[in-house]
């Protein structure tokens, strides 16, 4: 028998039931080749599913959709979020889905149940001005390498809306066993997304120049690894490093906000559909693989039309009296097409006419 201590409460495991888990998670690390933390999470997700199934006294194998229905209905009480339990439930069944395809199971019991529903909050985007400000920001203070690098790093989040995972994984150089890398005279980047899926961004003017300043300056810190953001130890920078170094970029800037990674690919995504209205070009630039992901920043995109409509129509006072319009932080009004384009922040995705 092995102990898992999950929180205070220590309780015994059936060592098949742990051998099984880990023969899942090696599964999903090796054969499916999912992101370190996408693996990491799923241990913490089977991690609650095994401690559940032993406090009840029953084997993984022999879990039952009430067992399920009745821990789902714990961690609500709990104070759990229904988007939190929903991705709980995703792992649990892939476990599941995973045990019957090695003919161990006959049934999948988190097949049907639900998570608790709950509303769809919009993602969290800067606006125009306060994106351009946070990308122009230079701060005189640091030392010259970290201030090359922490501009290119924001410029490109923010130009090519990419991931965090995506970004730590570009290389210098291409190469056979590079996850992505910067093509500069064809200005593309080339990123290892979601699923191991690969696409190509467009790279804006303002990155490709902060790149090249980054580039000139690499050389200093440049050891043997072929990132292409390194630490002073000439390492490749981890994600936790990132997003501190932007909190404090964007709060040295003057946004009222501190801004994470995933902040810059939304305000990305809804400065493209603002300009464009083309929502299959913003799903392919953003590597969706479902359009209903995108359809999020439709949203996004109507409060910024509500915003200028109450800001520009003769009549939008007695619609504000009657229905107040709701808000969102950091959305604010877009500058025409052509300004972004001058600031080369924005890839702009032109409509066509008529």
Not at 54 to 71: D, E, P
Not at 80 to 93: P, Q, T, V
Not at 107 to 125: C, D, E, I, S, W
Not at 189 to 209: F, I, N, Q, W
């Amino acid at each position: 028998m092995n102990r898992l201590n999950p929180g205070a409460q220590t309780v015994p495991v059936d060592a098949d039931d742990a051998a099984l888990l880990h023969a899942y998670l090696t599964h999903v690390r090796v054969e499916k080749r999912l992101a370190e933390r996408t693996v990491a999470l799923y241990t913490l997700d089977l991690e609650k599913l095994i401690h559940q199934a032993a406090i009840s006294g029953v084997g993984l194998r022999r879990v039952q959709s009430a067992h399920i229905r009745r821990w789902v209905a714990q961690m609500h009480s709990g104070g759990r979020s229904a988007r939190g339990i929903a991705l709980i439930l995703s792992g649990w069944r892939g476990f599941y889905v995973w045990l019957g395809r090695q003919g161990l199971l006959d049934h999948n019991p988190v097949q049907g149940v639900r998570a608790p529903k709950a509303g769809k909050p919009l993602p969290k985007a800067l606006g125009v001005d306060e994106s351009v400000q946070l990308a122009s920001h230079v701060e005189e203070g640091d030392d010259p390498h970290l201030e090359a690098r922490d501009a290119a790093i924001t410029e490109l989040l923010y130009g090519c809306g990419l991931r965090i995972g995506e970004l730590v994984g570009l290389d210098v150089v291409a190469s056979g066993g590079a996850r992505g890398w910067i093509d500069a005279p064809a200005g593309e980047a080339h990123v290892l997304g979601k699923g191991s899926k690969r696409r190509s961004v467009p790279v804006g003017r303002a990155a490709l120049a902060a790149l090249e300043r980054w580039l000139l300056l690499r050389t200093d810190w440049a050891g043997g690894d072929p990132a292409l953001f390194l630490g002073r130890h000439g390492q490749r920078l981890t994600p936790q490093h990132i997003r501190v170094r932007l909190k404090r970029r964007s709060l040295l800037a003057g946004l009222s906000t501190p801004v994470h990674p995933h902040m810059l690919r939304h305000s990305y995504a809804s400065h493209v559909l603002q300009s464009s209205g083309d929502l299959r070009a913003v799903q392919e630039l953003l590597g969706h693989a479902s359009i209903g992901t995108t359809q999020i920043y439709t949203r996004l995109d109507f409060q910024h039309l509500a915003q200028v409509y109450d800001a520009a129509h003769p009549r939008a006072q007695a619609r504000r009296s009657a229905f107040p319009a709701p808000t969102v932080s950091g959305s604010e009004d877009v500058p025409p097409p052509s300004a972004d384009e001058q600031n080369g922040h924005v890839p702009l995705l032109k409509k066509k006419p008529g």
